[in-house]
């Protein structure tokens, strides 16, 4: 499950998934030690994590600023109950967006002096695919193919003194027609440009961790379809 509290990356894991090194440069193990907002210092894995420490972090995260906090790593025993405690502990709301290429460039909009990607909420009976073609076409006055998934992200935020918790599923989309390409003013969005993967990275400067998170997933697909298609004609020119 990954997870995005005030724009802090916490990734919730089955206690079988060991997080890759690169995630992590401190470890608390929750059994025998306290986790103290002291101890949240750059990448952090929390080792057999239970619900009430859960929530507890979940709180602070979303209370407090951690400044020195880049991402949070929580390996539990029980991770479908964890998943169940969530759910029930926000109120969920469904969103889809996409990642637009058209050749060598990806559409990026901005929206709340942001970089962002366009998405929305779902409208009643819609599917995942219905609802990230619809709101990506409505934002920015385009028309779309859809492609594959790339991921699926969730952030928390208060609104109305509620807890949200919003599941955002995002797919990859080529271009079909931008000629009348404009930003959804009501949407809030000020512009939408493409971007070349050069100006993408500058870009995500200016913009949410969870969207860089989609990138990388994004990336990361397109380097394996590479070397799939490399092992391919490998094989081909052997025959």
């Known amino acids: 499950m990954n997870l995005f509290i005030n ?13 890759d090194k690169r995630d992590f440069n401190t470890i608390i193990n929750a059994e025998v030690e306290p986790i103290t907002k002291a101890k949240l210092l750059h990448r952090v894995w929390v080792k057999n994590a239970k619900i009430d420490e859960i929530e507890k972090i979940l709180d602070v995260l979303d209370t407090t600023s951690i400044g020195g906090l880049i991402s949070l790593t ?6 479908d109950v964890v998943k169940t405690f969530l759910k029930k502990k926000f109120k969920i709301i469904k969103a889809a967006g996409g990642l637009v290429r058209k050749k060598d ?7 709340l002096k942001k970089w962002d990607l366009p998405k929305g909420k779902f409208e009643k009976d819609e599917k995942p695919k219905q609802a990230a073609q619809r709101e ?15 991921c699926t992200t969730w952030h928390t935020y208060t609104m109305k003194k509620k807890q949200i918790l919003k599941k955002t599923t ?3 989309m080529d271009i079909v027609r931008d000629k009348e390409m404009m930003p959804q003013i009501e949407e809030d969005i000020e512009e939408v440009r493409w971007m070349t993967p050069k100006e ?8 949410y961790k969870s969207i860089r998170f989609v990138f990388d997933r994004y990336f990361a697909q397109e380097k394996e379809k590479e070397r799939m298609k490399g092992e391919a004609e490998k094989t081909q020119s052997n025959v």
Not at 7 to 19: M, R, S
Not at 74 to 79: F, G, M, N, S
Not at 200 to 207: E, N, P
Request: charged share 25%; glycine share 0%.
């Open 105 to 111: 460039k990806i559409l990026m909009i901005y929206r």
């Open 200 to 207: 993408v990275f500058h870009a995500l400067d200016d913009s």
């Open 136 to 150: 990506v076409e409505e934002e920015c006055n385009i028309q779309v193919n859809l492609r594959n998934k790339i």
């Open 7 to 19: 724009d802090i990356p916490v990734q919730i894991l089955d206690a079988l998934h060991k997080p």
């Open 170 to 172: 995002w797919f990859l």
């Open 74 to 79: 929580l390996t539990v025993e029980h991770y």
